[in-house]
């Protein structure tokens, strides 16, 4: 998926996730959620996250694009690296990027190839199950996708 399809479904689901839970989401909350929504790209150079970052292409060679980042290890990562953030950040902030890092896994199983989540296992988790129904990268499908999460969140957002 392309990058602002990653950021709002990573906004929306973190309104989705805490509004469940009875907690507002604030701004900042919001747009540090579409920052974790970036992070599993870090593995290519060509990525909004990854040119921002030299080393992303050193993961991309060992690794490569959409391995090891896009599993449950890269969560479990996030989850530690970036705890020591709570104490400065507060732990609703916190709450968002790692949200925003399991929305672009989630999202990234409705591409054609889906993910390996339980890497290093080659078994890739897709969804839909059907190829058909899946979205290809930067494709028609992918802009209409994303027409209706801006849509949605743009609803969502004032009453969450």
Do not use: C
């Not at 694009?65 to 996030?78: A, C, E, L, P, Y």
Request: net charge neutral.
């Amino acid at each position: 998926m392309i990058s602002v399809t990653h950021i709002s479904f990573g906004v929306l689901l973190t309104e989705f996730v805490l509004t469940s839970l009875g907690v507002e989401p604030n701004t900042a909350t919001l747009a540090l959620s579409g920052i974790g929504a970036l992070l599993p790209d870090i593995d290519t150079p060509s990525s909004a996250i990854g040119r921002i970052f030299p080393f992303s292409k050193i993961i991309e060679q060992k690794y490569g694009h959409r391995q090891v980042t896009h599993s449950w290890i890269f969560i479990i990562m996030s989850l530690i690296l970036f705890s020591p953030l709570i104490l400065f950040i507060g732990l609703l902030k916190y709450a968002g990027i790692i949200i925003g890092v399991i929305s672009h896994i989630m999202i990234d199983m409705v591409n054609i190839s889906g993910v390996p989540f339980f890497y290093p296992s080659p078994a890739r988790f897709v969804f839909p199950e059907n190829k058909a129904s899946r979205i290809e990268v930067n494709s028609k499908q992918e802009y209409i996708f994303l027409a209706i999460l801006i849509f949605l969140v743009t609803i969502t957002t004032p009453l969450s």
